[in-house]
Nanobody, 127 residues
Framework: QVQLVESGGGLVQAGGSLRLSCTASGRTFANYAMGWFRQAPGKEREFIAGIGWSASITFYAGSVKGRFTISRDNTKNTVYLQMNSLKPEDTAVYYC????????????????????WGQGTQVTVSS
């Protein structure tokens, strides 16, 4: 069974950087559309970044655009989220997710479109 495992979360001061990684087991990662979501305490899970089959196709939520960068390395079955200029409001549990039955190099932004999820990694930004 394919699994997603996130790593790289932690505690950082405002203005700092972190890079999250999400590694998938299985041999069909290159066919997955991938996304990063986050969920802050008391809030709904929200989409923040997505990447299609091709690493050149990306999309960001307005709250992170210009600060976060999503990328993927299909040779390593891994998707990354580089987070720069972090703010206290970025504090949340971050999840990677996959659309495993994507029929085209689309980017998906809806939570319900993703059918495979990681366990989440905590990111805490102190002021």
């Amino acid at each position: 069974q394919v699994q997603l495992v996130e790593s790289g979360g932690g505690l950082v001061q405002a203005g700092g950087s972190l890079r999250l990684s999400c590694t998938a087991s299985g041999r069909t990662f290159a066919n997955y559309a991938m996304g990063w979501f986050r969920q802050a305490p008391g809030k709904e899970r929200e989409f923040i970044a997505g990447i299609g089959w091709s690493a050149s196709i990306t999309f960001y939520a307005g709250s992170v655009k210009g600060r976060f960068t999503i990328s993927r390395d299909n040779t390593k079955n891994t998707v990354y989220l580089q987070m720069n200029s972090l703010k206290p409001e970025d504090t949340a549990v971050y999840y990677c997710a996959a659309v495993t039955k994507s029929s085209a190099p689309y980017i998906y932004t809806g939570i319900d479109q993703y059918d495979l999820w990681g366990q989440g990694t905590q990111v805490t930004v102190s002021s």
